[in-house]
């Protein structure tokens, strides 16, 4: 499958939230990062789909992997839904191919570029510690030792 365009995959399913909700992020160091998703600001940018729990992470400052930029190419954004999977959207047999892919895989994993959540429920999402792109460039200003 080519990758062109911002996104190659689409969900009819869940449709987008309208009313506000909460995702309570939980990352690596097990820190809880709660945000309020308000529909009228959707989409927060152009990484995965549009009201993605990638889009909504990254518009709120909430770290998450995407070495694909969002595309439903690689696993790097697995997440797990650990309250409120019933409000997301049902997975592609693409995403599904991709979390495959993915280390730890459970019950309630999701690529954080394709699950839409429709905001019916608030969300509880971990991002597992193993999630890390540790080929990516570093972020930040650029050492001395060089």
Not at 31 to 42: N, Q, T
Request: proline letters at 9%.
């Amino acid at each position: 499958m080519s990758v062109a365009g911002p996104n190659p995959t689409s969900h009819d399913d869940a449709g987008l939230p309208t009313q506000k909700y909460t995702i309570t992020f939980i990352d690596e160091q097990k820190r809880e990062h709660v945000v309020e998703v308000d529909p009228a600001k959707l989409p927060y940018g152009h990484t995965g789909l549009p009201g993605s729990i990638l889009d909504i992470a990254l518009g709120h400052g909430v770290e998450l992997d995407h070495a694909c930029g969002g595309v439903c190419a690689c696993s790097t954004c697995h997440v797990i839904v650990r309250a409120g999977l019933d409000a997301c959207s049902t997975p592609t047999d693409e995403e599904e191919d991709e979390l495959d892919e993915a280390y730890g895989l459970t019950a309630h994993s999701r690529l954080g570029c394709q699950c839409v959540p429709n905001g019916r429920q608030n969300l509880v999402v971990e991002i597992p510690p193993w999630n890390r792109n540790l080929a990516r460039e570093p972020h930040g200003p650029p050492s001395d030792s060089q």
